[in-house]
């Protein structure tokens, strides 16, 4: 008996009401999943391909989960002939298997290794705890011959954090698209037409046991979007999916078993016969329609990799990435900083290869160790500020600094590496360890504008300062620095600025918003990041300050805060002072740096006065000689409160009524509204602990009542 589209399609070919969009291809009946033993004579034919480059687990992985493997057999049978398909990529070749289908809870996992949110992931040196993986992937080395294969391995230390992994990266890709992934509407339409591409992926636990999957690498979003489609379109239950099916129990330790994996297989075989046989009844039901469409996909999958003079490929990471960027126009990280993150993290791989920086360094640069690790490995302080300065040691200043600056020239295609274009590149990676901090967008974009690379940091060898206090390896530093040792007033440039640009003494990106006024986010002259810290590495004062601001910076206590230095010998007030000397106020103590106006009037006390002076001469001919009351600092800080508030409050009933139509992904992320909702506990408790007590409020001393009534 036949049916016609009315028959499950709802009247006149449209979908019933029911909140599926319209289907415009039938599912179609896939086949059970061949035993294991049936497998054999695929995976014989493709380990002995010539352009193939496996092994054995591999291969089983690749032909496990193939629909059809008697046609994958053909496909790479050597007779009559060879039907992989060549992907030509820098350095060499790759060959994948052209398009078969494959099914989607077998063997194959999202793309967790891609990191095209790799600049948001914390890392191992980063305060905060974090539930992201940074997972740092690497071509496999066949342990019999020495060569490299086509598969890659990344370490795990168990399932549970693989699980984390294949979470975020669904998560990621999700609210990529605002909550409206693209695709997921279309999979229920007509299933996924275009092949995704897949690469074998090897994880090694830190129990020495391993487990072998493919990932996708162009085509994320389409398996996400299949995972959603099938689970009624919530990310959370996907995910729970995903890794139910394919990784197992996140509870156990170790690789999959063969009891897990032939179970994975039961539960395919019962859903196929399933769909089979609810595809032949009158009514396709939803269920049908999301299990039909999400039962197999087409792939192609690399199995070979190939240098150009025909030995193996050594950078499978690299012909990777080559490779997709031909692929498809959004495998692309989605932001420059997670570009430039990529970008990094190929250079330092390929100088870690070619000998250019060692082991113990490319460890700290790839962020997989923490402080006290990099403290016993290089033996620099055991402090985030230090990670910063062995990112910028290592391109800037090491033995091999003039190769680093050629890897860089290569990756991004640069003619000439200028200072500006290398701070960019550099930014994410030098301020990886405080991905968590609050506010890190602002320094990011102020170390991407020249940052700390000034001539000395730049053009002129200099070591980092080895020692196991931190304070005393400053102080070390600074005395150094002041005898005019040039290394040493480099070190504390990289050191004294990095920490300026985190704590906000140092926020310019291309040139400051100049005032007349002291204030926050103002200065009183124009200066980038690193025309300033040359004018602060020049002076006594100068280094002074840029070791008072580290100082700070590492004691992260309220009670030690960086002070301002003299850098020039001036008159102030009658009296005589000298570069390097304390700034004191009229009562003596020395003044501290509150405002990133204070540093900069600070370098260069002449200039500043000179753009204030003019600025304020600019003003007063724009209104006629006259001038308003300047607003006390107290009441412009309660009328920015004022404002703030009402802003927020404004935002928030706007975003609620859009809610309702749309629904709550309105108001973004849950972290985002969780971080919003904690700053709003922080400025509640700030108003309650420190604003004025109710005056109609009457305390009543009870002591005092008890007194009275003993006494009579």
């Known amino acids: ?187 229920l339409q007509q299933g996924v037409k275009e092949p995704l591409t897949l690469f074998v992926m090897r994880v090694v636990y830190d129990d020495g046991t391993e487990d072998t999957f493919l990932v996708a690498g162009d085509g994320n979003s389409r398996m996400v979007s299949m995972w959603l489609a099938r689970t009624g379109g919530d990310i959370e239950a996907a995910i729970s999916a995903c890794i139910s099916s394919v990784i197992g129990s996140t509870e156990r330790s170790g690789g999959r078993s063969r009891a897990e994996q032939a179970a994975a297989r039961r539960r395919v075989s019962e859903r196929t016969a399933r769909t089979r046989k609810n595809l032949a009844a009158l009514t396709l039901t939803e269920a049908t329609r999301r299990e039909g469409h999400t039962l197999a996909f087409p792939a192609t999958v690399v199995v070979g990799a190939q240098a150009d003079g025909g030995g193996p490929l050594a950078d499978l990471v690299a012909a990777r990435d080559d490779l997709l960027a031909t692929l498809h126009v959004r495998v692309t990280p989605w932001t420059p900083g997670a570009q430039n993150t990529q970008g990094m993290q190929r250079v330092y791989r390929h100088a870690h290869r070619e000998g250019l920086i060692a082991p113990d360094v490319h460890r700290v640069l790839s962020g997989t160790v923490g402080t006290q690790a990099m403290h016993e490995l290089l033996g620099v302080p055991a402090h985030r500020l230090w990670s910063a300065a062995v990112h910028q040691y290592a391109v800037l200043a090491g033995p091999h600094a003039d190769a680093m600056n050629l890897l860089i020239k290569q990756e991004f295609g640069m003619r000439k590496a200028y200072r500006q274009q290398i701070s960019e590149r550099l930014a994410p990676m030098v301020l990886s360890a405080y991905r968590s901090k609050e506010g890190i967008e602002q320094p990011l974009r102020a170390f991407g504008n020249g940052g700390t690379i000034t001539d000395r940091v730049w053009k002129q060898p200099w070591e980092l300062t080895k020692g196991d206090d931190a304070f005393g390896v400053l102080d070390d530093i600074l005395e150094r620095a002041l005898a005019g040792e040039e290394g040493a007033v480099a070190e504390l440039t990289v050191l004294g600025g990095t920490a300026a640009i985190l704590d906000g003494y140092i926020t310019r990106d291309r040139g400051s918003k100049e005032g007349t006024d002291r204030d926050s986010y103002k200065a009183p002259f124009r200066a980038t990041p690193v025309k300033l810290l040359e004018l602060l590495s020049k002076t006594s004062g100068g280094l002074r300050m840029l070791h008072s601001i580290a100082v700070a910076h590492v004691a992260a206590d309220p009670a030690v805060l960086p002070k301002l230095f003299h850098t020039q010998e001036r008159e102030v007030e009658g009296v005589v002072v000298h570069d390097g000397k304390p700034m004191l106020d009229k009562s003596g103590v020395q003044e501290i740096l509150d405002y990133e106006w204070d540093l900069v009037h600070a370098a260069d006390p002449a200039q500043a006065l000179a753009t204030i002076a003019r600025k304020r001469a600019e003003a007063k001919a724009k209104t006629d000689g006259t001038s308003a009351e300047p607003e006390a600092e107290d009441a412009r800080q309660r009328r920015l409160l004022e404002q703030g508030i009402a802003g927020a409050a404004k935002a928030g009933r706007a975003l609620a009524r859009m809610s309702q139509k749309r629904g709550k992904q309105v108001f973004g992320t849950f972290e985002a509204v969780k971080a919003l909702r904690v700053q709003l506990g922080n400025l509640e408790e700030i108003l309650m602990q420190f604003g004025p007590a109710d005056p109609s409020i009457f305390v009543v001393d009870e002591d005092v009542d008890g007194d009275e009534e003993d006494s009579e």
């Open 1 to 187: 008996m036949t049916s016609s589209f009315d028959d499950f399609d709802g009247l006149d070919g449209q979908e019933p009401d029911d909140g599926l969009p319209p289907l415009l291809r039938r599912p179609e009946p896939v086949a059970d999943p061949q035993p294991v033993t049936k497998l054999r004579g695929t995976r014989r034919e493709l380990l002995e391909n010539p352009d193939a480059s496996l092994d054995e687990a591999a291969a089983n992985a690749i032909t496990s989960g193939a629909v059809d493997p008697a046609r994958l057999q053909a496909l790479v049978a050597r007779e009559p002939i060879n039907l992989l398909t060549a992907k030509p990529v820098v350095g060499g070749m790759l060959y994948a298997t052209p398009p078969h289908y494959r099914y989607l809870d077998l063997d194959f996992l999202p793309d967790f290794i891609n990191q095209r949110w790799a600049d948001q992931l914390h890392t191992a040196m980063d305060v905060a705890p974090s539930t992201s993986v940074v997972p740092a992937y690497e071509t496999v080395v066949d342990p019999e011959t020495g060569k490299p294969i086509a598969v890659f391995t990344v370490r795990m230390p168990d399932r549970k954090a693989l699980a984390e992994a294949v979470a975020e990266s669904m998560r990621k890709t999700y609210e990529a698209q605002k909550g409206e992934n693209v695709y997921t509407s279309s999979v």
